[in-house]
């Protein structure tokens, strides 16, 4: 071993990970996240269908617990960071506990919660966190996709 402390995660005997800290990448991820929240036009249960989707896909233990209309002024708060206009009530309804466990569980499609475009943002999150390499060249899923989102919002997705 390195001399590297390692941290196990409660509930997650498999998984070490070391404690290091790194500044400068902790606050370009920090700047990255709060842009990607702050200036998307996604409803929050849009972006929290694609997130919650991927961080299931993942595992991650710590994505899959956040939420983002409940923590979302916290973390802005924590990060020093002002409030934008659309991180709050013109973002939509927050999405129910309910709605999180439907998008992480491997029966989503048949949930009849989702909205046309809820149900096309967790699908693409799926295909590019699972089959990524295929994923340009199906042009019938670009095709719904496009029909329900531009470009911008497609590029919000990907974020």
């Excluded at 390692?6 to 500044?23: N, W």
């Excluded at 709060?34 to 269908?49: D, H, M, N, P, W």
């Excluded at 042009?139 to 496009?146: H, P, V």
């Amino acid at each position: 071993m390195s001399g590297i402390p390692f941290l196990q995660p409660p509930g997650r005997q498999d998984a070490i990970l070391p404690h290091v800290y790194r500044p400068r990448m902790a606050a370009a991820m920090e700047a990255l996240s709060a842009a990607v929240y702050q200036e998307t036009t996604l409803s929050y249960r849009e972006a929290e269908g694609a997130r919650i989707r991927i961080a299931q896909i993942n595992g991650c233990l710590m994505c899959q617990g956040y939420r983002i209309a409940a923590d979302l002024t916290e973390a802005l708060k924590a990060m020093d960071l002002a409030e934008e206009a659309n991180t709050g009530a013109s973002r939509g309804e927050a999405p129910s506990e309910a709605y999180y466990q439907a998008a992480m569980s491997e029966e989503w499609r048949a949930s009849d919660l989702f909205s046309e475009r809820e149900r096309l943002a967790i699908d693409y999150a799926e295909r590019i966190a699972v089959t990524p390499i295929p994923l340009p060249y199906d042009a019938e899923f670009w095709y719904r996709l496009k029909s329900q989102y531009d470009d911008g919002e497609i590029a919000d997705l990907t974020y």
